[in-house]
């Protein structure tokens, strides 16, 4: 099945400090979300992404199809950006549920 | 509300004991989907429902789980027997056709003892 791939694991910026999250995969796919998964457990919706790019006040992501991969940019962190961010997709040629990568787990210090 | 919701948002049970997990999906949405998350792991997928058609249930860890929607809306996972390794946050999400992004709730947190 398709592989989903999540760099770096873990994240810890100071605050006001710009990152760059990583998500490879392995196959073609007809939707690809970010989340971020906030201390309460919920599933935040970033960004639908399967290709192109998107802004969203200081978050931004790019997907490019082609060569398997998306990027997250959070720019000027803030402490409440910390939480654990999820890649994940679906398979080009399915209509059903989503593939994970493991996560990023950002923590920003004030 | 516009959300998924879900309830009980945390349940205790003790082991062997019969759980159910309910999903309320948001209107107009056809497909719903069960993951869930066990600590330190990332999402999994349990099960998947579109309209009228087979679920598929290929996710399903055991025969201990099962799941059922009724009237293309509401949706309950029931886990028989609960062994300990069922502990985790179980997710639900839901779409409608022809939309790919999934919208998910806010979990249920089962903890068994």
């Known amino acids: 099945g398709i592989q989903v791939e999540q760099s770096p694991p873990d994240l810890i910026l100071q605050e006001g400090a710009n990152s760059t999250l990583r998500c490879n995969f392995s196959?073609?796919?007809?939707?690809l979300q970010w989340f971020h998964q906030n201390p309460w457990g919920q599933l935040i919706n970033l960004f639908y992404i399967p290709s192109g790019t998107k802004q969203n006040g200081r978050l931004s992501a790019t997907t490019v199809a082609t060569e398997r991969y998306s990027l997250l940019y959070i720019s000027s962190s803030q402490t409440t950006d910390s939480g654990v961010y999820f890649c994940a997709v679906r398979y080009g040629g399915s209509q059903g549920n989503l593939i994970f990568g493991k996560g990023t787990k950002l923590s920003v210090k004030p | 509300g516009a959300g998924v919701s879900q309830s009980p948002s945390n349940k205790v049970t003790e082991k062997g004991k019969d759980v159910e997990l309910r999903c309320d999906p948001i209107s107009g949405h056809t497909a719903l989907y069960w993951y869930r998350q066990s600590l330190g792991q990332g999402l999994e997928f349990l099960i998947y429902f579109q309209g009228n058609s087979a679920p598929d249930k290929s996710g399903l860890p055991s025969d201990r789980f099962s799941a059922e929607r009724t009237g293309g809306s509401v949706s309950t996972l029931t886990i028989q027997r609960t062994q300990q390794e069922d502990s985790a946050v179980y997710l639900c999400a839901s779409t409608r056709v022809g939309v790919y992004e999934q919208y998910f709730g806010p979990g249920t947190r089962l903890t068994v003892t």
């Open positions: 196959d073609s796919v007809n939707n």
